[in-house]
């Protein structure tokens, strides 16, 4: 939720090809702004942007393009990138994960709240919802604070 450039969702598919479960997931990246989606279906970032990736995984998982990295298609092929307005109505679940990080402070705290309760609606028993961390879930949704953020049904 609020996927912006992508970086967060691409994380997570390079971590699930690495663990060998990157063929059978779901990896869908929901923004309410068309530069964010374009962007983020495009999957490319600049060379300032490649600084934390090692050099092991920026060779598997981007191809070098001008001006910066593009991710592999072997990658993007596993998402699926779509315009959306979340206060209105949250994409289909059940979820395993769902990284909502850095959203909510920028809603009115009656928004946020409805927000992440929809969310937590979509989480399937044991999944897991990560938040920004200036970021808190309402009380009383049956979470359990596994680590700053990170927050299990």
């Known amino acids: 939720v609020g996927c912006s ?3 967060e969702l ?3 598919a390079m971590l699930l ?11 869908v990246g929901v923004d309410c702004r068309p530069d964010a989606v ?5 999957g490319v970032f600049p060379d300032a942007a490649m600084t934390g990736i090692v050099p092991s995984r920026r060779q598997a998982y981007f191809d070098a393009v001008s001006g910066g990295w593009r991710v592999a298609y072997a990658l ?3 998402t ?7 206060l209105q109505a949250t994409p289909a679940g059940p979820w395993d994960l769902v990284l909502c990080r850095n959203v909510c402070i920028y809603l009115q ?3 946020a709240d409805a927000l992440l309760r929809a969310l937590v609606q979509d989480l399937r ?4 919802l990560v938040l920004g961390k200036a970021e808190q879930p309402p009380r009383g949704l049956g979470l359990h604070e596994r680590a700053r953020g990170v927050y299990q049904v």
């Not at 699926?80 to 979340?86: G, I, R």
């Open 5 to 7: 450039s992508g970086a």
């Open 10 to 12: 691409y994380s997570v």
């Open 17 to 27: 090809a690495e663990a060998g479960r990157l063929h059978d997931a779901t990896l």
């Open 38 to 42: 374009s962007a983020a279906r495009a």
């Open 76 to 78: 993007r092929r596993h």
């Open 80 to 86: 699926t990138w779509v315009l959306h307005d979340v």
């Open 109 to 111: 705290s009656r928004s």
């Open 125 to 128: 028993p044991g999944g897991a």
